[in-house]
């Protein structure tokens, strides 16, 4: 069956950094989009990143270009959100979903499937 899982979330002070991942099973990476997605509560989701699984590019918000790096690895069929200077604001739950069409975009609508989320709280 399709399923995306997260996994990496956890408490981390300012300044820290913390790795998520994304596996997903039931399909392949190879032909498809993986966003990375976030919501605070009372707060609209979040677009922060996404990946082409078939040429590699990738997009960023605004709020973490420079800070966070996604990559991916088909072989694993994973997805990775590497975040290093971590700030109060970045706390929320952080979701994969997959764009079946390709589509690169940071739009939530845009997504077909999503993962249960995990959560990241930045705090001193």
């Known amino acids: 069956q399709l399923q995306l899982v997260e996994s990496g979330g956890g408490l981390v002070q300012p300044g820290g950094s913390l790795r998520l991942s994304c596996a997903a099973s039931?399909?392949?990476?190879?032909?498809?989009?993986i966003g990375w997605f976030r919501q605070a509560p009372g707060k609209e989701r979040e677009g922060v990143s996404c990946?082409?699984?078939?040429?590699?590019?990738?997009h960023y918000s605004d709020s973490v270009k420079g800070r966070f790096t996604i990559s991916r690895d088909n072989g694993k069929n994973t997805v990775y959100l590497q975040m290093n200077s971590l700030k109060p604001e970045d706390t929320a739950v952080y979701s994969c979903?997959?764009?079946?069409?390709?589509?690169?975009?940071?739009?939530?609508?845009?997504?077909?499937?999503w993962g249960q989320g995990t959560q990241v709280t930045v705090s001193s």
């Open positions: 039931g399909f392949t990476l190879d032909s498809n989009t």
């Open positions: 990946i082409s699984s078939s040429d590699g590019r990738t």
């Open positions: 979903a997959v764009s079946y069409l390709a589509i690169v975009s940071l739009e939530p609508l845009h997504y077909d499937y």
